[in-house]
């Protein structure tokens, strides 16, 4: 995995706002996740898009995502470190692992 670009980009959705500047990445399982300036982490996967926020585990907003030779994904954001599950965000030792608060 790797990024993939930076770029501005218009609405990805009607219902979604303009995310100006993105990076992405595409994974193994073939999704392409952006991580906005508006601190939004999209997942586009199998024709839908995911909006990962705090309903789904992420606090605060993404700064880095990193896939493990296992396939693994993981989220860093303000608050700390998170491993994806599905479709939620789990924490990794947040008694250890603390981001700005």
């Known amino acids: 995995m790797g990024c993939a670009s930076r770029s501005t980009t218009p609405p990805i959705h009607p219902d979604s706002p303009a995310i100006g500047s993105c990076r ?7 999704a392409l996740w952006l991580n906005t300036e508006q601190r939004y982490l999209i997942r586009f996967k199998r024709g839908r898009f995911t909006h990962i926020d705090e309903s789904r585990g992420l606090v605060g907003g993404p700064y880095a995502i990193y896939e493990d030779p296992s396939g693994q994904l993981f989220i860093g954001s303000e608050q700390g470190l998170g491993r994806m ?3 939620r965000l789990v924490p990794v030792a947040p008694e250890v692992i603390r981001g700005r608060w």
């Not at 992405?24 to 073939?30: E, K, P, Q």
């Open 24 to 30: 992405s990445w595409r994974t193994r399982d073939s």
């Open 85 to 87: 599950e599905g479709d």
